[in-house]
Nanobody, 124 residues
Framework: QVQLLESGGEWVQVGGSLRLSCTAS???????MGWFRQAPGKEREFVAS????????YYADSVRGRFSISRDKAIPAIYLQMNSLNLDDTAVYYC??????????????????WGQGTQVTVSS
C-alpha cells in the first residue's frame, strides 16, 4: 500500500506560480506518479505524470509549457511547478501513483493510489 500526501495548494493571483509537492510512503514499487485535478462541477482530469525509473514526463495539452513535473527518488516525492496560472487552473489537485501502461498513463484507471488532494485557487 502506498500513502500519498500532497501539499502546496493555496490562493494565487492570475499569472502567479505555485509548487505542489507529493510525498509517498509505504510500498514504493510504483511505475509512475502523476497529478490530476478536479474543478468545481467538472470531472477529474489528467494534468501530468512522470515515469519513476526513467523520468519520462507526460502533460495535458492545457498545461504543457506552463507546468513542470519532477521527482526525487530519494524521498520519494514528486513536484508540480505551475507557472502562468489562470482561472481555469482552479481545482483540487490530486497526487496519484500506480503502474500505468502507455495507454493508461493519462487516465485515472492507470493509478491505484491517490492522495486526499490540495486546493489551488487562482483569482483575478
Amino acid at each position: 500500500q502506498v500513502q500519498l500526501l500532497e501539499s502546496g495548494g493555496e490562493w494565487v493571483q492570475v499569472g502567479g506560480s505555485l509548487r505542489l509537492s507529493c510525498t509517498a510512503s509505504g510500498s514504493t514499487e510504483i511505475g509512475a506518479m502523476g497529478w490530476f485535478r478536479q474543478a468545481p462541477g467538472k470531472e477529474r482530469e489528467f494534468v501530468a505524470s512522470i515515469r519513476w525509473m526513467n523520468g519520462i514526463t507526460y502533460y495535458a495539452d492545457s498545461v504543457r509549457g506552463r507546468f513542470s513535473i519532477s521527482r526525487d527518488k530519494a524521498i520519494p516525492a514528486i513536484y508540480l511547478q505551475m507557472n502562468s496560472l489562470n482561472l481555469d487552473d482552479t481545482a483540487v489537485y490530486y497526487c496519484a501513483a500506480g503502474r500505468p501502461i502507455v495507454s493508461t498513463i493519462a487516465t485515472e484507471r492507470g493509478y491505484r493510489h491517490w492522495g486526499q488532494g490540495t486546493q489551488v485557487t487562482v483569482s483575478s
